[in-house]
T-cell receptor, first 113, second 113 residues
Framework: EPEVTQTPSHQVTQMGQEVILRCVPI?????FYWYRQILGQKVEFLVS????????KSEIFDDQFSVERPDGSNFTLKIRSTKLEDSAMYFC???????????FGQGTRLTVV | GENVEQHPSTLSVQEGDSAVIKCTYS??????FPWYKQELGKRPQLIID?????GEKKDQRIAVTLNKTAKHFSLHITETQPEDSAVYFC????????????FGTGTRLQVFP
């Protein structure tokens, strides 16, 4: 069964450093997302990406965040200067259309120290 | 803004009993309502979803009901088993822009043998 894969599974970084989280969505999917989940809390929408551009972003997704689809398979989330409060599980997701199942990756646990 | 409220936050049942989790949403444009199950440290996985043109959907022991007028939807699990123990998230999506999902706060279900 096809699945969304994310790397790394765990990233520890120092405050102020840049991190790049990587995702490989399911190959025929057209819509890509990043969500985050702070430990013990709900899953929060960060950004959606369609047709090679951001289609929507949340208030969390400020100027420190960016997304890119550098080639036909990868989808990345960059945090330019990490803060302690960026520590969370980051999930990538993809879907093949509107109002269809969003498949989640296994997540990257980001710890900012 | 868009919001999804979910109750209860925790639910303990005896094996074989039924469990009901309720959600309300604020965005009247929402037209897709998935339910995700998340086991500890794992990715959210879709267990059932419903679209706004349907009032009820059932899949074996799981059913979801939707009341668009009241902006309310519920998950029903019958004949619960210990392996049903997990955190369950409801979500609502709007097609105005993208299929971003607004998640509820989660319900930790514990099924005791």
């Amino acid at each position: 069964e096809p699945e969304v894969t994310q790397t790394p599974s765990h990233q520890v970084t120092q405050m102020g450093q840049e991190v790049i989280l990587r995702c490989v969505p399911i190959s025929n999917h057209l819509y890509f997302y990043w969500y985050r989940q702070i430990l013990g809390q709900k899953v929060e929408f960060l950004v959606s990406f369609y047709n090679n551009e951001i289609s929507e972003k949340s208030e969390i997704f400020d100027d420190q965040f960016s997304v890119e689809r550098p080639d036909g398979s990868n989808f990345t989330l960059k945090i330019r200067s990490t803060k302690l409060e960026d520590s969370a599980m980051y999930f990538c997701a993809s879907s093949d259309g509107r109002n269809t199942e969003a498949f989640f990756g296994q997540g990257t646990r980001l710890t900012v120290v | 803004g868009e919001n999804v409220e979910q109750h209860p936050s925790t639910l303990s049942v005896q094996e074989g009993d039924s469990a009901v989790i309720k959600c309300t949403y604020s965005d009247s444009a929402s037209n897709y309502f998935p339910w995700y199950k998340q086991e500890l440290g794992k990715r959210p996985q879709l267990i059932i979803d419903i679209r706004s043109n349907v009032g009820e959907k059932k899949d074996q022991r799981i059913a979801v009901t939707l009341n668009k007028t009241a902006k309310h939807f519920s998950l029903h699990i019958t004949e619960t088993q210990p392996e049903d123990s997990a955190v369950y998230f409801c979500a609502a999506s709007s097609s105005y822009n993208t299929d971003k999902l607004i998640f509820g706060t989660g319900t930790r279900l514990q099924v005791f043998p």
